[in-house]
């Protein structure tokens, strides 16, 4: 279904403005069209809207007031992200105005960690629904179901089957609240238009025994559909959004190991698709390599590297810096026999005869820890102690993983060892910044997964980096949708880290910062989502432009009001 307004500009004054063909309550209840109280009296009477609102006509500076009004009356985190789902809900405008004023406190209320308990509670707190959920009821109408969706141009779609969301696993439909809040971070991040986002829930049912005895369950109350089934309603959904969307991005989102890596190579040659847990958190973390090698003067071949976690995040992660090391001039072999991986068994190595495909393609060889005493199942400590690792990166969902004896450990290995406890949320870091700051004496450079204050450490502040994806994710999709990629290669996210570790300043990285603060993503956005474009056209995936910048701003939408004018239906805009 095609959009109920279309942006225009006045031929005689250049003026832009929206051209809307609703009328009366309806356009009130768009929440890209509803200005809410700061419609003029113009447009109320052009638009059917007399009567409708309160006589005072509003500013937005003034809306704005009252927003954090409200806000000030709400006592807890998840009480905030369900306020401002429904400021989202009602006035798109108005809160990613409100969001971009406030990125620093807000993002951890719209996203992690608080988004994981909004999914806990999803049947709960629901109120109104938004995006699509798919369902095995839908098999053979997904087409249809699609068309419905009113959309922008080239939309961006973030969809989920719900199993393994954050670190809290399989939440049913309430596994909604992840597409909706990355989407929204595509906007406040990227400036990404709100009308061309499209979350989606692929509800194939749950595991989760309290939700299906649960009486406010909404989902689809059925066990977690497996195997040719799974894989035929996947597929149908995808020919859909070819045939409905085209040249939509699709990213997925929080699927579980298997799923996960199956869909991304099945899909990535016939739609421009990624997978942010495998390829997104790589991205950033590879980043954040590139600068803690830049504080020390070295390149990023320089580095050992061991990953707790071989899940999603864990592999793409380690795919992505062997990747960059090779591109830093090492070979394959010596590039992957210099990051090691620990799964629930221990170190991932080929002489184990009990590895899936996927965790084959991580194993470092066996000839290269030959010397190495003990095995062959080499535990945690014993990985650290062997291995020398400069760098230390968890993904496991193990709280307080990291112990002391391995972080001092680690510490002997570099002057700035880079220590990232990535699992989300808060409550299962694998170790709280503070105590690895006081470990190693100072010396180390921290990136959480989740947000936490600066450090104070004899005198000295540290800044403890937020290995947070909004880096790199809204940048990949406006770079995509500005390239009219498709495909989304490897060398498109290496692109995307060098720009990202390109941004933060010196005098960040002094203070112990490896990424740029909330605040900039904007900026950063950009100048990440410019690398992708010359990438993905350097690739032969997206189109070549005289002007890069200039592609890539044509793309980036800003949360202001713009004037209204109705205007009637047409045959070419659908109904």
């Not at 992200?81 to 004023?101: E, G, K, P, Q, V």
């Not at 009486?215 to 996947?234: K, M, N, Q, S, T």
Request: aromatic share 6%.
């Amino acid at each position: 279904m095609k959009l109920g307004y279309e942006r225009q500009v006045d031929p005689e004054t250049g003026q832009p403005f929206i051209g809307v063909r609703l009328r009366g309550s309806d356009v009130l209840k768009s929440p890209i069209l509803n200005k809410d109280t700061a419609f003029s009296r113009e447009e109320r009477t052009d638009l059917g809207l007399t009567g409708l609102l309160p006589d005072h006509v509003d500013d937005i500076e003034t809306q704005l007031l009252r927003v954090q009004a409200q806000m000030d009356l709400k006592t807890t985190d998840l009480g905030r992200h369900i306020y401002l789902n429904s400021l989202l809900d009602r006035n798109a405008t108005l809160f990613y105005r409100y969001l971009l004023a406030n990125l620093e406190e807000l993002v951890p209320i719209i996203y992690t960690p608080t988004v994981a308990e909004a999914t806990r509670h999803w049947s709960r707190i629901f109120r109104r629904s938004r995006g699509l959920y798919i369902t095995p009821r839908h098999r053979g109408s997904m087409a249809s179901i699609l068309r419905a969706r009113s959309y922008g141009e080239r939309p961006i779609i973030v969809v989920t089957d719900n199993e393994q969301i954050l670190g809290i696993g399989d939440q049913g439909a309430g596994g909604m609240g992840i597409p909706i809040g990355k989407l929204a971070l595509y906007t406040a991040a990227a400036g990404i238009n709100p009308d061309r986002t499209i979350p989606i829930c692929l509800d194939v049912g749950t595991n989760n025994e309290e939700l299906l005895a649960d009486p406010l369950y909404v989902g689809y109350r059925e066990p977690r559909l497996r195997g040719e089934e799974y894989d035929a309603i996947v597929a149908e959904l995808v020919d859909a959004i070819k045939e409905v969307y085209p040249g939509a991005l699709l990213q997925w989102e929080d699927f579980a190991n298997l799923t996960s890596f199956a869909n991304l190579e099945r899909y990535r040659d016939e739609l421009a698709s990624f997978n942010d847990d495998i390829e997104g958190t790589a991205a950033m973390t590879v980043a954040g390599l590139m600068v803690s090698s830049r504080a020390a003067g070295q390149s990023i071949a320089d580095h050992r590297v061991v990953i707790l976690g071989s899940g999603s995040a864990g592999v793409g992660i380690h795919d992505q810096i062997v990747g960059a090391m090779v591109d830093s001039g090492l070979s394959y072999d010596d590039a992957s026999n210099r990051v090691f991986v620990l799964d629930s068994k221990g170190l991932v190595v080929d002489s184990r005869s009990d590895l899936t495909d996927v965790k084959k393609s991580i194993a470092v060889h066996a000839s290269a820890i030959a010397d190495w005493p003990g095995g062959p199942g080499w535990d945690f400590e014993e990985v650290v102690v062997n291995a020398k690792p400069t760098a230390l990166i968890g993904v496991s969902g193990q709280p307080g993983a990291f112990t002391e004896t391995v972080i001092r450990s680690v510490a002997g290995n570099a002057e700035r060892p880079l220590i990232m406890p990535m699992s989300n949320p808060t409550s299962l870091t694998e170790a709280l910044p503070e105590d690895v700051i006081r470990w190693t004496d100072g010396r180390a450079l921290v990136a959480t997964g989740s947000p936490f204050p600066p450090v104070v450490y004899d005198g000295v502040v540290h800044r403890v980096g937020q290995a947070n994806n909004m880096f790199i994710f809204p940048a990949m999709g406006l770079g995509a949708v500005a390239a009219r990629a498709t495909k989304i290669t490897d060398t498109m996210f290496l692109a995307a880290a060098k720009a990202l570790a390109a941004c933060l300043p010196d005098e960040a990285l002094k203070e112990g910062a490896l990424y740029p603060a909330i605040d900039d993503v904007r900026a950063v956005s950009r100048a990440v989502a410019i690398a992708v474009v010359a990438q993905a056209a350097a690739d032969g995936v997206g189109q070549e432009f005289d002007d890069i910048e200039a592609a890539v701003d044509s793309e980036i939408w800003e949360p202001e009001y713009q004037l209204h004018r109705a205007i009637q239906w047409s045959v070419d805009a659908g109904t």
